[in-house]
């Protein structure tokens, strides 16, 4: 089966208003790559307003790096779904390993999150749960016990219908921002494993879950990554800040569908 190539920029705590307008203007300029490829930036949420000003949703998605799982309230320094779907949003990552280490996304917290955006009834968010390994445990041989879990307890209470808003990523936390990249072999390893769980699991609709690679993707060595059967794209950190780069990135992604 031939799944849509997807891309998505990670910006994490970085960007500004002036990278916004380099990054539209560079996609803006490549209308073939984005008729291919489907693309959505996710900036810092303060950003995602000077997005909406730049891009056209049936070019470039907008989506947020994290959504608080409560429809409103007092959580001082939270983003609701309604926010960000305000601000244009209409991907949200969830389960980040930078969010799961450092700011309290237990397992617990991530299946609501996960309940939450899917059940949100205004937007159809598209819920990219990105799941990966630690250095010790791949070297302790739990990879797929570890990756297992983390789908088993966050898609918990998801159905095959829901399915259809899903995106998994496969981050591998060690090569997050270390520039030590999972070869295709290794990245493939683990997505045909996740492939085969969500059609255990869901059957048909586990076959068109989009499943993206991310750590340390680059341009040089996207297209080797993007030419593996179950690495439908990618998730992008460091990379996405270039424009360039990104672009090159989304290029590999479209020569996979060739
Ligand atoms: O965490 C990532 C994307 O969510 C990957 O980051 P890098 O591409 O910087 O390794």
């Known amino acids: 089966m031939q799944r849509q190539s ?3 920029a990670n910006w994490k705590m970085n960007g500004s208003r002036h990278l916004v307008k380099q990054l539209a203007k560079t996609l803006r300029d490549a209308p073939e790559v984005l008729a291919d490829v489907t693309v959505a930036v996710c900036p810092p949420a303060v950003l995602l307003a000077a997005w909406q000003s730049e891009v056209f949703y049936d070019q ?5 790096q994290d959504v608080n799982e409560n429809a409103a309230g007092a959580h001082t320094g939270e983003h609701s779904l309604d926010l960000v779907a305000e601000a244009g949003a209409e991907y949200v990552l ?30 159809k968010f598209k819920v990219v749960l990105c799941v990966g390994e630690s250095e010790q445990e ?9 990756v297992q879990a983390q789908l088993e307890s966050a898609l918990q209470n998801v159905s095959s219908a829901q399915m259809a808003q899903v995106v998994v990523a496969y981050e591998p936390v060690w090569a997050i921002g270390t520039g030590k990249t999972a070869s295709p072999a290794q990245a493939q390893e683990v997505h045909a494993f996740i492939r085969q769980w969500l ?5 048909v609709a586990g076959t068109s879950v989009p499943l993206l690679y991310g750590g340390s993707v680059k341009a040089e060595n996207a297209e080797t990554l993007f ?12 990379a996405s800040l270039e424009p ?6 989304c290029r590999a992604a479209q020569a996979r569908r060739s």
């Open 60 to 64: 470039v998605h907008l989506g947020a």
């Open 138 to 146: 791949r070297e302790a041989e739990q990879t797929m016990q570890v």
């Open 244 to 249: 360039e780069a990104f672009l090159a990135i």
């Open 94 to 123: 969830v389960g980040h390993s930078e969010r799961r280490q450092f700011y309290g996304d237990t397992e617990q917290r991530i299946q609501a999150k996960v309940a939450a955006a899917l059940s949100a009834s205004e937007t």
């Open 199 to 203: 059609q255990q699991k869901y059957d």
């Open 6 to 8: 997807l891309v998505i």
């Open 227 to 238: 030419a593996e059967a179950d690495i439908d794209g990618g998730l992008i950190g460091g």
